[in-house]
């Protein structure tokens, strides 16, 4: 299955910064998913990250607060915008070969917003 | 997401006993369920999985049981084991590669 690296790993932020999160897959993957998993919580769908063109976001979840970029077929990343500490969470990059097969993810980036 | 309901919410097991995890689903358009297992400080790994067109699938000491018109699958652990420790996700996929996350199992197996 494929390898896929998160950066960073975790983060100590203040209240109305903005953070990058990075997803790096080592090989080329069709589809990329951006998830949220509060502790010992179940794992809540942000949006789907689309190759060329705008990400799709799930309800609940707007551009404006959680940018995406997906420059090509190995990388992805997820900005979470105006953090508050509702926004503490830990933040899981997914990945999946083609439609129809399942979703590998990466180890996630546990995010803390003083 | 009220479309998984999976229980329980714990479980403890003695090692070498056997640990049943349930999944009950609405949505008739999901064709793959699987389960995912995670260890604290890592993302979902896939455990195991099974397509509609099957009612069991086992690998090593872990089956799926899967009954179409109930909409319900299972996760049976085997000789249950303290490495087993995790949190357990069923989750199954419609097309688009859409998964419902199930709202997670605690397993602890007691040596």
């Known amino acids: 299955s494929a390898v896929i690296s998160q950066k960073p790993s975790r983060d100590i932020c203040q209240r109305g910064t903005s953070l990058t999160i990075q997803c790096q897959v080592d090989?080329?993957?069709?589809?990329m998913f951006w998830y949220r998993q509060q502790p010992g919580q179940s794992l809540t769908l942000i949006a789907t990250?689309?190759?060329?063109?705008?990400?799709?976001?799930e309800s609940g979840f707007v551009i404006d607060k959680f940018p995406i970029s997906r420059p090509n077929l190995t990388f992805s990343t997820l900005t979470v915008s105006n953090m508050s500490p509702e926004d503490s969470s830990i933040y899981l990059c997914?990945?999946?070969?083609?439609?129809?097969?399942?979703?590998?993810f990466g180890d996630g980036t546990r995010l803390s917003i003083l | 997401q009220q479309q998984v309901k999976q229980s329980p919410q714990s479980l403890i097991v003695q090692k070498g006993g056997i640990s049943i995890i349930n999944c009950a689903y609405e949505?008739?358009?999901?064709?793959?369920f699987p389960w995912y297992q995670q260890f604290p400080g890592k993302g979902p790994a896939l455990l195991i999985a099974?397509?509609?067109?099957?009612s069991e699938k086992k690998e090593g000491r872990f089956t799926i049981s899967f009954n179409k018109s109930a909409k319900q699958f299972s996760l049976h652990i085997m000789d249950s084991q303290p490495g087993d420790s995790a949190t357990y996700f069923c989750?199954?996929?419609?097309?688009?590669?859409?998964?419902?996350f199930g709202t997670g199992t605690s397993l602890t197996v007691i040596p």
């Open positions: 997914s990945v999946a070969y083609s439609d129809g097969q399942p979703q590998h």
């Open positions: 090989s080329q993957v069709t589809m």
């Open positions: 990250a689309n190759q060329g063109s705008e990400a799709t976001y």
């Open positions: 949505n008739t358009a999901f064709d793959y």
């Open positions: 099974i397509r509609p067109d099957v």
């Open positions: 989750a199954p996929m419609n097309t688009g590669n859409q998964f419902y």
